[in-house]
């Protein structure tokens, strides 16, 4: 096959509190280097605190053995909140399911922030898209910290927030927004390119039996993985929408860099609830365009569940 026309991986950062849906979203990426090429994986605290979810991003790399991709660990706590996790989604640890061996390679000495900073400043603008898979803290930090890097950002593409579905964590909103509101407002006013993957569309890719089923038959250890994972968190999510799978929420971001035409939605307006005490961290998404307030975001209303988890079926096997 020529290569001549073939189209250069997307240069990405992942940004990320695992969670067993990261951990899938991770392998999507590792799994797709013709459209992926993962710079780094910054750590975040969401789903649990830093030290675990650090640990965790090595867990997962190692399981694939690719103990050579960078891990950089950021923010201990939300820009101006106490944390707030989700061990009882996601188990003590982060990545309940399978017994997986504790990660011997290293985190890097950088700061999850500084290398963000660094790699936007060094790689050619526009050429960088950040996939942020839990709360903004790091990628608002680095804004904060850098604001010369908004323009030199290909996109930003999010797991959060939701607007038909409305909230998981309160009534009003979806966690990894929630966790830390004051940073995705700082995302959301940045002027970068916004697509977001809220729960309207995660709440369409249920991890069903027969799809479930197809991860384990692939008869590989990573294939197992997946499937043990998905079998843990579907229990908490399957009693709670008595649906008949739970959301794979964060291997939407990486599969709609990957095969964008899956999806569909609406470039609109999207703000951040910060004050309200009832509705802190509520996505005001204009769905309906009933503002004068400028589109800032591609909201992701659906997706071809199937051809989504043919996708992952289909990469993970690669693993
Ligand atoms: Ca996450």
Not at 194 to 213: F, S, Y
Not at 272 to 278: H, N, V
């Amino acid at each position: 096959m020529s290569t001549d026309n073939a189209p250069t991986p997307r240069k990405i950062i992942i940004d990320t509190d695992p969670g067993q849906d990261d951990a899938v979203a991770i392998l999507l990426a590792l799994a797709s280097p013709e459209e992926i090429d993962l710079l780094g994986i910054t750590t975040v605290a969401g789903n649990v605190p830093l030290a675990l979810t650090s640990k965790n991003a090595r867990i997962i790399c190692e399981l694939v053995g690719r103990s050579d991709v960078k891990i950089y660990a950021g923010a201990e706590a939300p820009l101006e909140r106490l944390l707030r996790t989700a061990e009882h989604v996601h188990g003590d640890t982060g990545l309940n399911g399978p017994a997986l061996p504790d990660p011997v390679m290293p985190l890097q000495d950088t700061s999850a922030v500084d290398f963000i900073v660094d790699t936007l400043r060094r790689e050619p603008a526009g050429s960088v898209t950040l996939c942020p898979l839990g709360p903004l803290t790091n990628i608002a930090m680095a804004l904060q910290q850098a604001p010369d890097i908004a323009p030199r950002i290909a996109g930003i593409v999010l797991m959060g927030g939701a607007y038909f579905e409305v909230g998981n964590i309160t009534p009003a909103a979806e966690f990894n927004i929630y966790v830390d509101p004051e940073a995705a407002q700082i995302v959301f006013s940045s002027g970068v390119p916004l697509t977001v993957m809220p729960l309207d569309v995660t709440h369409k890719a249920l991890t069903t039996e027969p799809r479930v089923e197809a991860f384990r038959n692939m008869g590989t250890p990573v294939g197992r993985a997946v499937a043990e994972w998905t079998d843990f968190f579907e229990r908490f999510d399957m009693e709670k929408y008595d649906s008949p799978g739970a959301p794979l929420h964060d291997p939407c971001v990486i599969a709609w860099l990957i095969r964008p035409e899956l999806f569909s939605g609406r470039f609109i307006n999207v703000e951040i609830e910060t004050q309200s005490a009832l509705t802190r961290g509520m996505t005001v998404a204009d769905w309906w365009g009933v503002t004068d307030r400028a589109p800032n975001a591609l909201f992701i209303g659906d997706v071809d569940a199937d051809g989504f988890f043919k996708l992952l079926i289909d990469r993970i096997a690669r693993l």
